[in-house]
């Protein structure tokens, strides 16, 4: 029996001074994490210049509907590939829900639902995700890098990417100005 605890559905939540820049004050929300490895989408960082309308004209789709969101930063791996976070009441075949707490599509179909007015009623789009092969996000649990948060939809979807990180640590009652860049060892 292996004393892994997996943190699908829940908010990543990168501790200061963890070491990789690509990960400052970063908010993951965990979609998968097993014994194969993990993946969540980076929801702390918005692509700087590029919004949700620009992303639709590239892919030939007319935004109809949809409004002009901001594109987040979803993580280093894949970052052509686009994602939709989004809440739960709502899926196509190919959406992964995640512990109905919310959903993650990947699709075109996705996109022109949205544009349509028939997609989710709470959505962030995000181009790459974060990815971490078998066992490696249990090793930096273990060491000083995240903290696992409770995966709210007030932080997900009704709180700005610039404010998300500092909101996530307070919704655990915990005020980050107070958190150490270092740990030490007993």
């Not at 930063?73 to 075949?93: A, C, K, M, T």
């Not at 995640?98 to 544009?115: D, H």
């Not at 249990?138 to 709210?152: I, L, N």
């Amino acid at each position: 029996m292996s004393d892994v605890q997996y943190l699908t559905g829940r908010l990543l939540l990168a501790l200061p001074g963890m070491g990789d820049p690509r990960f400052d004050h970063a908010v993951i929300a965990m979609c998968v994490h097993d014994e194969h490895g993990a993946l969540g989408i980076g929801l702390g960082k918005l692509h700087p210049g590029l919004r949700f309308h620009q992303l639709l004209d590239n892919v030939g789709l007319d935004p109809g509907e949809a409004p002009d969101a901001p594109v987040h930063n979803g993580g280093p791996v894949e970052v052509q590939r686009g994602f939709i976070l989004h809440s739960p009441e709502w899926e196509l075949d190919d959406t992964i829900v995640v512990e109905g707490r919310f959903g993650l599509s990947a699709s075109l179909e996705a996109l022109k639902a949205i544009t349509l007015g028939r997609g989710p009623e709470r959505w962030v789009f995000a181009l790459g995700y974060a990815g971490w092969g078998a066992g490696q996000l249990d090793e930096e649990m273990k060491a000083h890098g995240w903290y696992a948060a409770q995966g709210d939809d007030r932080i997900l979807f009704r709180t700005p990417a610039a404010v998300r990180w500092t909101a996530a640590w307070k919704a655990e009652g915990i005020d980050p100005s107070l958190l150490a860049n270092t740990t030490g060892r007993a």
